[in-house]
């Protein structure tokens, strides 16, 4: 079974930074496609940056040029660097892996912005 354990949330002031890391069990390279989703209170789980097994990019426009995902294949993690944070950017956030038409989740890590 396959395990993926975020680390590096927490609260930060408005236009702060933080990094999110995702550590898999398994090497991040056997995943099509590793990303961060998150879920504000009350809303649904949204995806907001992903990564391919080729190393392709994709972002949600409310955090294009304000976050970066990239991998470590020292540490065998993914990361999502945040920064110019915004309130709105409060959230659980949640790694994600796919491979083979299966479908992997973290449990999340809290990101509190403050105005």
């Known amino acids: 079974q396959v395990q993926l354990v975020e680390s590096g949330g927490g609260l930060v002031q408005a236009g702060g930074s933080l990094r999110l890391s995702c550590a898999a069990s398994?090497?991040?390279?056997?995943?099509?496609?590793m990303g961060w989703y998150r879920q504000a209170p009350g809303k649904q789980r949204d995806l907001i940056a992903t990564?391919?097994?080729?190393?392709?990019?994709n972002y949600t426009d409310s955090v294009k040029g304000r976050f970066t995902i990239s991998r470590d294949s020292a540490k065998n993690t993914v990361n999502l660097q945040m920064n110019s944070l915004k309130p709105e950017d409060t959230a659980v956030y949640y790694c994600?892996?796919?491979?083979?038409?299966?479908?992997?989740w973290g449990q999340g890590t809290q990101v509190i912005v403050s105005s």
């Open positions: 994600n892996a796919r491979r083979s038409f299966v479908s992997y």
């Open positions: 990564i391919t097994s080729g190393g392709s990019t």
């Open positions: 398994r090497s991040i390279f056997s995943f099509n496609v």
